[in-house]
T-cell receptor
Framework: GAVVSQHPSWVICKSGTSVKIECRSLDFQATTMFWYRQFPKQSLMLMATSNEGSKATYEQGVEKDKFLINHASLTLSTLTVTSAHPEDSSFYIC???????????FGPGTRLTVT | SQQGEEDPQALSIQEGENATMNCSYKTSINNLQWYRQNSGRGLVHLILIRSNEREKHSGRLRVTLDTSKKSSSLLITASRAADTASYFCATQGGSEKLVFGKGTKLTVNP
């Protein structure tokens, strides 16, 4: 089946630093990747949709200058949290959709803690 | 904005019992999907039901969809301790975006 990986699985960083999270589709080409954010005991909220080779589309209320998304290839999208603050601490999950299907395959998530 | 609302928010049952979770949504959809999430992990896709379907089965899972009431239910029969997880419904409309509900936390006690 389709596998999506995320790296790192968890990261702790200091306030003011930037953190990059990678999302890879391992055995298929992902024309579209999605980035979600999940606070403890809450649901997933879509942050942005990224299409390979074009700019990401951000959901309302998500700061595009703070959450930089790059989808440089058909198997890799990155989310960079710039100038992280403690309130950015969350679980970030990506999903990927292949060109052959509308089904989304989810990564295992990355837990970010900003101290 | 949040689309779905799961009910109940939390459910605790004994092994062997059936678990029923409900999901309501607000706008028209193309399909509704159910996902499972173990604590601190990613999502596992369980089942997809299209808007023109009323019921679907997969193993011990049974999903119903009532588009007139904008609601769906997920039934897990003969539950096991390993079914302990959070369950989310997600709707997909005209775009490929998935809009998730708030989830039901299921605890199956051995």
């Amino acid at each position: 089946g389709a596998v999506v990986s995320q790296h790192p699985s968890w990261v702790i960083c200091k306030s003011g630093t930037s953190v990059k999270i990678e999302c890879r589709s391992l055995d298929f080409q992902a024309t579209t990747m999605f980035w979600y954010r999940q606070f403890p005991k809450q649901s997933l909220m879509l942050m942005a949709t990224s299409n390979e080779g074009s700019k990401a589309t951000y959901e309302q209320g998500v700061e595009k200058d703070k959450f930089l998304i790059n989808h440089a290839s058909l198997t890799l999208s990155t989310l960079t949290v710039t100038s992280a603050h403690p309130e950015d601490s969350s679980f970030y999950i990506c999903s990927a959709r292949s060109r052959l299907s509308y089904e989304q395959y989810f990564g295992p998530g990355t837990r970010l803690t900003v101290t | 904005s949040q689309q779905g609302e799961e009910d109940p928010q939390a459910l605790s049952i004994q092994e062997g019992e059936n678990a029923t979770m409900n999901c309501s949504y607000k706008t028209s959809i193309n399909n509704l999907q159910w996902y499972r999430q173990n604590s601190g992990r990613g999502l596992v896709h369980l089942i997809l039901i299209r808007s023109n379907e009323r019921e679907k089965h997969s193993g011990r899972l049974r999903v119903t969809l009532d588009t007139s009431k904008k609601s769906s239910s997920l039934l897990i029969t003969a539950s096991r301790a390993a079914d302990t997880a959070s369950y989310f419904c997600a709707t997909q409309g005209g775009s490929e975006k998935l809009v998730f509900g708030k989830g039901t936390k299921l605890t199956v006690n051995p």
